[in-house]
C-alpha cells in the first residue's frame, strides 16, 4: 500500500482555521470511514485527535474536527493555537485479504 | 492510568536482531490489540503489524514479512517485538500502540534503535 498524500506543510495565524486534506484511494480512506489524526510534538510519541473520520476522543478539543469526501480526509484546526504547532499525521485502514494500515506523509503546521 | 511503557534504547550492528519490549498496565491487556509503529530520523510514521494479546495471532505488514516476529506474554501484560537481519533504514523510533475503534488512543514512549557498524 502507498502512504496517504498530506500537504508537507501548512501555516496560518492565531485565531485563524486551517485544513490539511489526507488523499488516498478507493481501496484506503474511499472504502472505510476508519481514517484518524495525529498530532505529534518533535520528540514526543503521536496524540489521537481524530477517529472513525469525525469523533474526538475525550479530551481533545472541539476545535479539532474532521470529515471527508470520496478518497480525501480533511482535518480543520480552528482558532489555531500556539500550542496547535506540530506535526500532524492523517491514517487509514487499508486492508482487504489481509490487515493492512497506512499513514500519511505527515504535515507541519507552523502557527504564525 | 493506562499506559504503554517500553524498554530502552537499542543500538545493534547489521545483521543482527533487536527485540523491544512494550509493559502494559491499567486496563485488560487482553481485550486491545496492540500495534507497532515506526519512525525513522525526520520521517513519517510506518505501520509495522499488529498482534492480538488474547490468542497471541498477528499480521505483518508486507514490507516486514519474514523479518518482525510479534509475540506477547499474557502473565506479564508485555508485548515484544523483535526485527532481525538489521540494516542502516532500520535506524527508527519503535512505538508499541493501543488500539480502539481502530484508532491507536495509547501510545508507548517510543525505543530508539540504532544500527551502526
Known amino acids: 500500500q502507498s502512504a496517504l498524500t498530506q500537504p508537507a506543510s501548512v501555516s496560518g495565524s492565531p485565531g485563524q482555521s486551517i485544513t490539511i486534506s489526507c488523499t488516498g484511494t478507493?481501496?484506503?480512506?474511499?472504502?472505510?470511514?476508519?481514517v484518524s489524526w495525529y498530532q505529534q510534538h518533535p520528540g514526543k510519541a503521536p496524540k489521537l485527535m481524530i477517529y472513525e473520520g469525525s469523533k474526538r476522543p475525550s479530551g481533545v478539543s472541539n476545535r479539532f474536527s474532521g470529515s471527508k469526501s470520496g478518497n480525501t480526509a480533511s482535518l480543520t484546526i480552528s482558532g489555531l493555537q500556539a500550542e496547535d504547532e506540530a506535526d500532524y499525521y492523517c491514517c487509514s485502514y487499508a486492508g482487504s485479504s489481509t490487515f493492512d494500515v497506512v499513514f500519511g506523509g505527515g504535515t507541519k503546521l507552523t502557527v504564525l | 492510568q493506562v499506559q504503554l511503557v517500553q524498554s530502552g534504547a537499542e543500538v545493534k550492528k547489521p545483521g543482527a536482531s533487536v527485540k523491544v519490549s512494550c509493559k502494559a498496565s491499567?486496563?485488560?491487556?487482553?481485550?486491545?490489540?496492540m500495534h507497532w509503529v515506526r519512525q525513522a530520523p525526520g520521517q513519517g510514521l510506518e505501520w509495522m503489524g499488529i498482534?492480538?494479546?488474547?490468542?497471541?495471532?498477528?499480521s505483518y505488514a508486507q514490507k516486514f514479512q519474514g523479518r518482525v516476529t510479534m509475540t506477547r506474554d499474557t502473565s506479564t501484560s508485555t508485548v515484544y517485538m523483535e526485527l532481525s537481519s538489521l540494516r542502516s533504514e532500520d535506524t527508527a523510533v519503535y512505538y508499541c500502540?493501543?488500539?480502539?475503534?481502530?484508532?491507536?488512543?495509547?501510545w508507548g514512549q517510543g525505543t530508539m534503535v540504532t544500527v551502526s557498524s
Open positions: 500502540t493501543k488500539s480502539a475503534a481502530d484508532a491507536f488512543d495509547i
Open positions: 498482534i492480538n494479546p488474547s490468542g497471541g495471532s498477528t
Open positions: 478507493s481501496s484506503d480512506v474511499g472504502s472505510y470511514n476508519l
Open positions: 491499567g486496563y485488560t491487556f487482553t481485550s486491545y490489540y
